[in-house]
């Protein structure tokens, strides 16, 4: 890694994202959910790949305000809805939604099974859920190291007991613990977590893909 790649702004990695999104899940079109949304960037990639009424929910009232003013600069506001809620407690009705996508905030939440479990209540019959975090599977290779670079050197700056968190976070067996302490049943995890900046599969991430049958 030469110091001026070192350096380089990273591309943005929300459209390489929402592509694994639309690959792994294949969702209908209808009412799709951004749990953690933030001030939108998923949401917004994945509302130029469909035609869907994109939720945002997040604890963050500001977030969804800039969410909800980014929206509007795209032409989408008439397909954006912003809702204060945390993945424990979603302000949503039960079967009411065909997909939930969570990129990045599940490792915030306070009791991830609850969470898990308020994502499944809401999904309706044939509708899914992606939750974890990434940079997309298609996002370059040298960004993705030099990304995982970055927020390793950072996490490693708070101490060793902070950088053990860090990766038994993004455990695929952590998930797994997860899934199953939540009562799924028929879930799958994809990717290999916390790897090593130098290792090809950097900020590939790890995620948590499930459905409800229809």
């Known amino acids: 890694m030469t110091d001026e790649c070192s350096q380089a702004q990273l591309p943005d990695q929300y459209e390489h994202v929402a592509r694994d999104v639309m690959r792994y899940c294949a969702p209908k079109d209808g009412v799709w959910v951004d749990l953690g949304s933030g001030s939108g960037p998923l949401a917004l990639a994945l509302a130029r790949m469909t035609k869907s009424v994109l939720v945002l929910v997040d604890p963050n009232r500001e977030a969804l305000s800039r969410a909800l003013v980014e929206a509007a600069k795209s ?40 969470g898990l479990r308020e994502v499944r209540r809401i ?8 939750v974890g975090g990434g940079l997309g599977s298609t996002y370059p290779l040298w960004a993705r190291q030099e990304f995982i670079r970055r927020r390793h050197e950072s996490v490693r700056k708070q101490g060793p007991d902070a950088m053990r968190a860090f990766r038994e976070a993004r455990s695929p067996d952590t998930f797994t613990r997860w899934a199953k302490e939540a009562g799924l049943t028929d879930f799958e995890v994809r990717g290999d977590g916390g790897v090593p900046a130098d290792d090809p599969r950097a900020g590939l991430g790890v995620w948590l893909l499930f459905g409800r049958e229809g």
């Open 123 to 130: 999904l309706r019959p044939g509708g899914k859920a992606m």
């Open 75 to 114: 032409g989408l506001e008439d397909r954006f809805v912003a809702v204060v809620g945390t993945a424990e407690d979603i302000p949503l009705a039960d079967t009411s939604v065909d997909l939930v996508v969570s990129r990045g905030s599940v490792f915030f939440w306070k009791d991830r099974p609850a």
